[in-house]
């Protein structure tokens, strides 16, 4: 009986992150100054699951702010001014991040 509820208890451990979470968290500040573009993004089930890909996007050269909405399956990033950023350095965060690119919408 004690492993069973060990077991339950550490599923909803697991899971936390992702159903506990509802709270949007922007990293893209309105007064950022750059070119701002939006792709799609999918695999993102719940709220926790765009942190992880904001952090690795960030890391990309030239991103200077970034914003990830799991239910609009988007991603919106601000590119520092003078930069000029290929869309493939973000595809590859988005998969390193285990996500799948769509298109650029803007």
Known sequence: MKQVLLILFAAVLLTAGCAGSDRTVSTVPADAGGEVRAYEVFGMDCPGCHGGLEK??????GVQAAEANWEQKRLTITVSPGIELDDEAVFEAIRQANFTPGNRLQ
């Open 56 to 61: 690795l996007v960030l890391r990309v050269p």
